[in-house]
């Protein structure tokens, strides 16, 4: 009796420790439940290394600046880093803006950003090379803007007219150089307006000036506002004035300003530039990548008119310098 008493004892014993082995198991498991959950939790908020983003616009009434606000809360809200737009003078300040450190990410024209990476034109002799393309956005259209009753009906017209051209060494400067030398103008033809866009539709209705040169994404708030107490006119580029634009200068496009736009009675042939997005080399791969997703993967969160146009799959089209890794990375993804 008492051997049986031993052995049931012993039975019990050994019992109790394997359940107390299989609680252990158990509390480390949820531990490690818990431990993952946090982990989780934590690589939402991943470190990348900054804590702040800005990225460089252009002038309020401006098209970068408009997308600049969205593609900012998309950033803040994907990776966790505070993003915001800032007002700039647009292209080529932004470009030195990225250089000297004023912003980590910019809204600029394709042939802007090529003219900075080689040191050409405004970057005479002073190249940028501490920059890279995240992505193409979509067309921005050279408008040269005046209204209906002001007698201008083609580039000839210009001549001795006051004309706003954008800030000296700006892209719309550039673009509004461009077009008056393929229409055998100067800018010694005109009287030259340094205006930004909201100034020049201002000094238009209140008749200061003659006309504008406006490159942006159309519709742009600028016009937009002219237009809704003023009768406005876009001067067409002929397609002949328009090919021989691109084959001195093929960074250009054609386009066209469809009817309806600025209560135009119909479409307006046009000629047009890419917007994109540039950005510091020494962003981190990660980071870059996920900025890069957070436009692409979103678009549809995009209010403005030029959202429909901004599309993953033609993200690399048209960019003339060296893409960042980590939107090569983003880009390679999607598209193959």
């Given at each position: 009796?008492?051997?049986?008493?031993?052995?049931?004892f012993?039975?019990?014993?050994?019992?109790?420790?394997?359940?107390?082995?299989?609680?252990?198991?158990?509390?480390?498991s949820?531990?490690?439940?818990?431990?993952?959950?946090?982990?989780?939790?934590?690589?939402?908020?991943?470190?990348?290394?900054?804590k702040?983003?800005?990225?460089?616009?252009?002038?309020?009434?401006?098209?970068?600046?408009?997308?600049?606000g969205?593609?900012?809360?998309?950033?803040?809200?994907?990776?966790?880093?505070?993003t915001?737009?800032?007002?700039?003078?647009?292209?080529?300040?932004?470009?030195?803006?990225?250089?000297?450190?004023?912003?980590?990410v910019?809204?600029?024209?394709?042939?802007?950003?090529?003219?900075?990476?080689?040191?050409?034109e405004?970057?005479?002799?002073?190249?940028?090379?501490?920059?890279?393309?995240?992505g193409?956005?979509?067309?921005?259209?050279?408008?040269?803007?005046?209204?209906?009753?002001?007698?201008?009906?083609?580039?000839?017209?210009?001549?001795?007219?006051?004309?706003?051209?954008?800030?000296?060494?700006?892209?719309?400067?550039?673009?509004?150089?461009?077009?008056?030398?393929?229409?055998?103008?100067?800018?010694?033809?005109?009287?030259?307006?340094?205006?930004?866009?909201?100034?020049?539709?201002?000094?238009?209705?209140?008749?200061?000036?003659?006309?504008a040169?406006?490159?942006?994404?159309?519709?742009?708030?600028?016009?937009?506002?002219?237009?809704?107490?003023?009768?406005?006119?876009?001067?067409?580029?002929?397609?002949?004035?328009?090919?021989?634009?691109?084959e001195?200068?093929p960074?250009?496009?054609?386009?066209?300003?469809?009817?309806?736009?600025?209560?135009?009675?119909?479409?307006?042939?046009?000629?047009?530039?890419?917007?994109?997005?540039?950005?510091?080399?020494?962003?981190?791969?990660?980071?870059?990548y996920?900025?890069?997703?957070?436009i692409?993967?979103?678009?549809?969160?995009?209010?403005?008119?030029?959202?429909?146009?901004?599309?993953?799959?033609?993200?690399?089209?048209?960019?003339?310098?060296?893409?960042?890794?980590?939107?090569?990375?983003?880009?390679?993804?999607?598209?193959?």
């Amino acid at each position: 009796m008492k051997k049986n008493k031993l052995l049931l004892f012993m039975f019990l014993s050994v019992f109790a420790l394997i359940l107390a082995a299989c609680g252990g198991d158990d509390s480390s498991s949820d531990s490690n439940d818990t431990s993952s959950n946090g982990g989780d939790t934590a690589s939402d908020e991943k470190d990348y290394g900054v804590k702040f983003l800005s990225i460089l616009t252009g002038g309020t009434q401006g098209t970068y600046y408009a997308l600049g606000g969205t593609f900012a809360d998309l950033i803040s809200t994907e990776t966790g880093v505070k993003t915001t737009a800032e007002v700039s003078q647009a292209s080529a300040a932004n470009m030195t803006g990225l250089q000297e450190e004023k912003g980590e990410v910019a809204f600029v024209q394709t042939d802007i950003a090529f003219y900075a990476t080689e040191g050409k034109e405004m970057f005479e002799g002073k190249p940028i090379d501490t920059i890279s393309a995240l992505g193409a956005l979509y067309p921005e259209t050279i408008q040269l803007v005046t209204l209906a009753d002001s007698g201008i009906k083609s580039y000839e017209d210009l001549k001795g007219k006051k004309v706003s051209v954008g800030a000296p060494g700006s892209g719309t400067y550039a673009n509004a150089e461009q077009l008056l030398e393929i229409h055998g103008l100067t800018m010694d033809d005109i009287e030259a307006q340094n205006l930004d866009f909201g100034e020049s539709a201002d000094s238009i209705a209140s008749g200061q000036i003659d006309a504008a040169f406006i490159t942006a994404g159309y519709p742009t708030g600028a016009v937009e506002a002219l237009n809704a107490t003023n009768e406005v006119s876009i001067i067409p580029v002929s397609a002949e004035k328009a090919q021989e634009l691109i084959e001195k200068y093929p960074y250009y496009a054609v386009d066209t300003i469809p009817a309806g736009t600025y209560g135009l009675a119909e479409d307006v042939p046009a000629v047009s530039v890419l917007a994109m997005l540039a950005v510091n080399n020494d962003l981190s791969e990660d980071l870059v990548y996920a900025m890069t997703k957070a436009i692409y993967d979103n678009t549809d969160k995009i209010g403005h008119a030029k959202g429909a146009l901004i599309k993953a799959e033609t993200g690399l089209e048209g960019i003339g310098i060296d893409i960042h890794p980590g939107a090569q990375k983003y880009f390679d993804e999607v598209n193959n």
